[in-house]
């Protein structure tokens, strides 16, 4: 049986991070210095993150709704098939 629950993906929120911020990810893949999939992650979280949460005032419903949202994804699965892209693209 397998671990992956929607089109291919953990769930359906990492699903949909892939593909809807699927330019910026590969930028910043392709862009940044990411030696591993560690960093790759780290980069991929945190610039995702602030991007959504940015126009959002914390406290309210939509803030505390987003970050639930953004919690559940599995951004190391994400930052690892960038990663191999990345690594394919430069080899």
Do not use: P
């Amino acid at each position: 049986m397998s671990t992956k629950e929607y089109n291919g993906w953990t769930n359906k929120q990492t699903w949909r991070v892939y593909n809807i911020h699927n330019n910026l990810l590969k930028k910043i893949a392709t862009s940044s210095s990411c030696t591993d999939a560690d960093h790759m992650q780290y980069v991929l979280e945190n610039t995702i993150i602030d991007r959504e949460l940015e126009t959002l005032q914390e406290g309210t419903v939509a803030y505390e709704a987003a970050c639930e949202y953004l919690e559940a994804v599995n951004w190391r699965e994400i930052a690892e098939a960038y990663f191999v892209q990345y690594l394919q693209a430069v080899l």
